[in-house]
């Protein structure tokens, strides 16, 4: 037996087509048959035959067995019928070429796959892409060189695409190897189909992750996915899965706008292949299968290529793999919406927790629909991206998720965050452990936004220790303030995206809350308010700098981007929160130092709504008329400290701070914010200002 049985070129089959095609659609041997029929006595030795020309054809074309009759019509039908399955057999049941498993040549070939596999693990694109064209070349195949080449080879893959959709193609091409050849050499056939299919994946998958610009990109997807379809019940259904949705991510880079939607079919063709796994599937694969995951999917347009390889959120697990490079972009998107949630700058609760394809667990069913439960909507999405199907863990513990471990320590800091805002202080703790080492590629960042990040997570949870050491907590906000203000030098050098913005801003945000607690447990004791030491008023002063910074950096980083109204919209909202906190912690640094409470009222004021020509809200008769302009959680937080710090005569009735506080209460009960809640029940009862139901 020959090394390998070389099968037809993408011309030869091409050809057969159109023969395949004419036989069936215009039916040539009827048209010759009759003629030969009428002309049989031209030449005849009756010479008054020619008298009876017209007779003898109608004579004729009325015989039972003419090519003319019923009888006729069938028996060249049936001939055409045999000449097209020649050419379908032909070209797809004998039309591959098929390695011999014992010959020199296999050896070769798996010299070289294994090689290739070595470099594409490794992330070596350009000698992994020319080790797997070796491979190719081992079965007798090659890449197109011209224009004409590339038609005809795209032409042929589209036909057996459709033909293999008519479910006969499919047939045929499972039995490659001959209709009727022993069991030993269609498993040689299915097996050398298999090897091809996944060599064009390979190469396709190298394309595609380059971003490589030569015409080959769509050849390469359309043979995996037609040999793969030949060789699918010997094929683990991983590798499937693998095939069909780098089929879709081709179709998103390659077709036209028009056409996109075609990623549809082989994302449910992958998705056909899931239902039909028992086994754990990794996690790059599984994630396409949600609500919400595959509505991104195929809605989104992914990056490849050097464009995609920033590791501030997310790590890129392989630089050859555009699955990798997709799922990478989700985690970010995921990070980001739960950011946004986290700092109020998110959509409506219930809109996002639809948005997460309604996720909701069993550790928010007191908070459903809330924007804090939304938060853990999406950080519950984010472990179901790290971990293999399969393996059960609420909160995704280290030894069972991927090796990306930069969103791991992300995701977990932001689930301690709504974790404390839930007021849930135990679930917290027992993620503290994933916070506390921040990864290696993180700690050697150039950008120092997540030592800040930490410095400001440890202040936070000192203030949470039952004895609070004062100058731990202080020291862990002089060093958050350092790193942020070496972060925010970055965003003058550089447009920051939004994620980075959200995270600087709730850096900020928990290094002025830090401060404020000190603040008010310093003066808690104290019987008349005093005005704090110049110290900590100083450093207040330059955590509220900061916030300004990044208020005045929004509008340069995104402005740009800003390319689609929702994204504008995105942007206004963030610019209007921020500039929102920063009146409320003017306000705040104001009572520190012991300002004039009259100025101190208009920036309370001006933190739930934006124009100043509009009658005080805080002192307003008509509050129940006004609309609320700003974020629910800085509505709250200003009327809270209203409530708590303004003196009496600031307030226009008597009972101003119980609506005021009913008010907060009702802004929290939205947003989710158990921790504040329960501030404000507190306040409400040392007011003596009434019961209040929950």
């Known amino acids: 037996m020959r090394s390998v049985k070389h099968g037809m070129t993408a011309n030869s089959r091409i050809m057969l087509c159109m023969v395949m095609f004419a036989v069936l659609a215009v039916n040539p041997l009827k048209h010759v048959l009759s003629r030969t029929g009428r002309s049989a006595n031209l030449f005849g030795d009756d010479v008054g035959s020619s008298r009876r020309t017209i007779l003898a054809a109608d004579d004729y074309e009325d015989s039972p067995l003419s090519w003319n009759s019923f009888g006729g019509t069938v028996i060249l039908w049936l001939f055409n019928v045999v000449i097209a399955w020649f050419c379908l057999i032909k070209?797809?049941?004998?039309?591959?070429?098929?390695?011999?498993?014992?010959?020199?040549?296999?050896?070769?070939?798996?010299?070289?796959?294994k090689s290739a596999d070595t470099q594409f693990r490794a992330g070596n694109t350009t000698e992994a892409y020319e080790e797997y064209k070796e491979c190719l070349q081992t079965f007798g195949l090659s890449l197109p060189t011209s224009r004409l080449e590339c038609f005809m080879a795209n032409s042929w893959q589209y036909i057996r695409t459709f033909l293999h959709r008519l479910w006969i193609g499919r047939w045929l091409s499972r039995k490659a190897g001959g209709l009727f050849c022993p069991a030993p050499v269609r498993t040689e056939a299915l097996a050398s189909a298999r090897e091809i299919a996944l060599i064009y994946h390979r190469l396709n998958q190298l394309h595609l992750a380059t971003d490589m610009k030569d015409p080959h990109g769509l050849l390469l997807?359309?043979?995996?996915?037609?040999?793969?379809?030949?060789?699918?019940?010997?094929?683990?259904?991983?590798?499937?899965?693998?095939?069909?949705?780098?089929?879709?991510?081709?179709?998103?880079?390659?077709?036209?706008?028009?056409?996109?939607?075609?990623?549809?079919?082989?994302?449910?063709?992958?998705?056909?292949?899931?239902?039909?796994?028992?086994?754990?599937?990794?996690?790059?694969?599984?994630?396409q299968f949600t609500t919400y995951g595959y509505r991104y999917f195929v809605n989104h347009t992914f990056h490849f290529g050097a464009c995609g390889l920033s590791e501030e959120f997310s790590q890129l697990e392989n630089k050859c793999d555009p699955l990798a490079f997709a799922t990478r972009e989700y985690r970010e998107h995921l990070l980001k919406r739960a950011l946004q949630c986290l700092v109020g700058?998110?959509?409506?609760?219930?809109?996002?927790?639809?948005?997460?394809?309604?996720?909701?667990?069993t550790l928010v069913t007191s908070v459903a629909g809330t924007?804090?439960?939304?938060?853990?909507?999406?950080?519950?999405?984010?472990?179901?991206?790290?971990?293999?199907?399969?393996s059960e863990d609420p909160l995704g513990r280290v030894e069972i998720l991927g090796r990306d471990s930069v969103t791991n320590w992300w995701c977990s800091l932001i689930s301690v965050a709504a974790f404390w805002l839930l007021g849930e202080d135990e679930k917290a703790k027992d993620i503290y452990a994933r916070v506390d080492v921040l990864p290696k590629v993180l700690q050697g960042a150039t950008d120092e936004l997540p030592l800040a990040l930490l410095a400001a997570f440890m202040a936070k949870k000192r203030l949470l220790d039952d004895k609070v050491n004062f100058t731990d907590v202080f020291n862990e906000c002089l060093s958050g303030s350092q790193h942020l203000r070496t972060s925010l030098t970055f965003n003058k050098c550089s447009s920051a995206r939004e994620p980075k913005l959200l995270v600087q801003l709730l850096v900020c945000d928990w290094l002025l809350e830090s401060r404020t607690a000190l603040w008010e447990l310093s003066v808690k004791t104290v019987p008349n308010y005093t005005p704090v030491c110049d110290v900590t008023v100083r450093h207040f002063q330059e955590d509220l700098d900061l916030l300004r910074l990044?208020?005045?950096?929004?509008?340069?980083?995104?402005a740009g981007n800003a390319k689609y109204i929702g994204v504008f919209m995105q942007t206004c909202a963030l610019l209007q929160n921020v500039q929102q906190r920063v009146y409320l912690y003017e306000a705040v640094y104001r009572l520190m130092a012991g300002a004039s409470p009259g100025r101190?009222?208009?920036?309370?004021?001006?933190?739930?709504?934006?124009?100043?020509?509009?009658?005080?809200?805080?002192?307003?008769k008509d509050r129940n008329q006004q609309q609320w302009e700003s974020g629910e959680r800085q509505k709250a937080a200003a009327l809270y400290v209203a409530c708590k710090y303004l003196p009496a005569p600031l307030l226009s009735t008597p009972g101003e701070r119980a609506g005021m506080l009913a008010e907060a209460v009702k802004s929290l009960e939205k947003v989710g914010d158990k921790k504040r809640l329960q501030d404000c029940y507190n306040l409400m009862k040392s007011l003596g200002s009434g019961t209040v139901t929950n």
């Open 371 to 390: 924007q804090i439960s939304d938060v853990l909507c999406y950080t519950q999405l984010l472990i179901d991206t790290l971990k293999s199907q399969g």
């Open 550 to 558: 990044i208020t005045d950096g929004i509008p340069v980083s995104m």
């Open 221 to 287: 997807s359309l043979c995996a996915v037609n040999m793969a379809d030949a060789a699918s019940h010997i094929m683990p259904a991983d590798e499937l899965m693998e095939i069909y949705l780098t089929a879709a991510l081709r179709v998103k880079q390659t077709y036209p706008r028009f056409l996109k939607f075609f990623s549809r079919y082989y994302v449910s063709k992958a998705k056909a292949e899931r239902l039909a796994v028992c086994g754990n599937v990794a996690a790059k694969l599984t994630w």
């Open 345 to 361: 700058c998110g959509s409506g609760a219930m809109t996002g927790t639809k948005a997460a394809g309604e996720k909701q667990t």
């Open 600 to 620: 101190t009222q208009e920036l309370l004021d001006r933190t739930l709504r934006h124009r100043s020509n509009k009658s005080s809200i805080i002192c307003g």
């Open 91 to 113: 070209m797809l049941v004998y039309g591959d070429p098929v390695l011999n498993s014992k010959s020199k040549a296999a050896s070769e070939f798996a010299r070289h796959k």
